[in-house]
Structure formats: structure tokens, C-alpha cells
T-cell receptor
């Protein structure tokens, strides 16, 4: 299989604090990981593409200083939402590509972030 | 640029057949995915088309016409558990570090008894 996990599955934090979300590929090495944000009843919006050992590539309009991405190994990428505000409340989903042959992305279960 | 269109909502009856359409206008094309997403959960892979034609997988089939920029997902023998959002996603031509999907807005399908 190709299993991707995320931790935590949900988190509530106060405005101004930072939150770290982990994305792990459990049974394969991910050449590339992706971070998405999804607001209620909307589709997935790609935030950034993360390759192990290099800087993440952010989509237009996504603040890289606010959404820090670290791809420490071929099985772990982290997203840190810094100085979170209520408008950052959303469903954050990561995905991973297993190799450069298959274009399929395997999605994590998502992290529900609520900023109060 | 990338533009992917799907109907926002559809309703179908249990046991029936439903077709969800997706049209795309993208700067290049390297394959189209369909994903299913239940509320509050992550998307799960349904199908992948890169060549024209129909791909059948059990109750689900997906069709692609590259010349028309058009795809559809066909669901047969609908079950209540098929109530979910269905996301069409296009994979543009990629280079190193650029292998990303662009998702459509998703179609929320409701199955009624």
C-alpha cells in the first residue's frame, strides 16, 4: 500500500500562536510532498510543493513566512502555521508522490485547524 | 493558466447511474485524475486517464477526450455510500519539482433512496 499519515488530526489554538502539522509517508519514500488547504464546501487549493532537502515552492498568494514548510527526510514533511489567526482556520491536507513514474498522489487524512 | 469546471452539485437515486462531467483548459496536459472525498476526510484515488477512451474499474468508469478537454466519471449501481464530493484534477506537463495537480471545484453528489 501507500499510506500517508498526518498529525494531529485536529487542533485548536489561540490567535497568535504557532501550530506544526506533520505529514509522514509510512510505507514508502516520498520524492515530493504537497500541502493543500480546503475551506468548507470548496475544493483543494495547493499551497506548496515540498521536495526533500530543498526549499518548498509556494503557490502564488501563499505567504512562505507564515506557512513554513520543512521536508526533513523522504518520509516526513512539516507545515508550521506561524502567528495563526482565525482566518487560518481550515482543513489542511498533505499528499505524497511515491516516485516520478506514477503521477498519483496519496493523501493524508487531513488536519482540522481551528484558531480562536 | 488552468481552468477546470465541474457541476457544483448533483443528485441521483440509489441503484441508478450518474455521470459527472469535467472540462478543462490547461496549459498542457499530462493526465487527469478523479478522486472521491467524503465530508471531513481526505480524497481517495478513483481513476487516472492519460490516453483517450474509457477506463473501467468495477462500478466506476472514467472517460477522457483530450481533443475536447473533457472527461467524465460514470458511477453505476449507485449506493448510499457514494454520496460524496468527486474531484477532477489535471496533471500538467512537469519538470523537476513541478509535478503538481490542479483540482476542479468538485461535484457534491447526493444519493437519495
Amino acid at each position: 500500500g501507500a499510506v500517508v499519515s498526518q498529525h494531529p488530526s485536529w487542533v485548536i489554538c489561540k490567535s497568535g500562536t504557532s501550530v506544526k502539522i506533520e505529514c509522514r509517508s509510512l510505507d514508502f519514500q516520498a520524492t515530493t510532498m504537497f500541502w493543500y488547504r480546503q475551506f468548507p464546501k470548496q475544493s483543494l487549493m495547493l499551497m506548496a510543493t515540498s521536495n526533500e532537502g530543498s526549499k518548498a515552492t509556494y503557490e502564488q498568494g501563499v505567504e512562505k513566512d507564515k506557512f513554513l514548510i520543512n521536508h526533513a527526510s523522504l518520509t516526513l514533511s512539516t507545515l508550521t502555521v506561524t502567528s495563526a489567526h482565525p482566518e487560518d482556520s481550515s482543513f489542511y491536507i498533505c499528499s505524497a508522490r511515491r516516485d516520478r513514474v506514477s503521477y498519483e498522489q496519496y493523501f493524508g487524512p487531513g488536519t482540522r485547524l481551528t484558531v480562536t | 493558466g488552468q481552468n477546470i469546471d465541474q457541476p457544483t452539485e448533483m443528485t441521483a437515486t440509489e441503484g441508478a447511474i450518474v455521470q459527472i462531467n469535467c472540462t478543462y483548459q490547461t496549459s498542457g496536459f499530462n493526465g487527469l485524475f478523479w478522486y472521491q472525498q467524503h465530508a471531513g476526510e481526505a480524497p481517495t484515488f478513483l481513476s487516472y486517464n492519460v490516453l483517450d477512451g474509457l477506463e473501467e474499474k468495477g462500478r466506476f468508469s472514467s472517460f477522457l477526450s483530450r481533443s475536447k478537454g473533457y472527461s467524465y466519471l460514470l458511477l453505476k449501481e449507485l449506493q448510499m455510500k457514494d454520496s460524496a464530493s468527486y474531484l477532477c484534477a489535471v496533471n500538467p506537463p512537469h519538470g523537476f519539482g513541478n509535478e503538481k495537480l490542479t483540482f476542479g471545484t468538485g461535484t457534491r453528489l447526493t444519493i437519495i433512496p
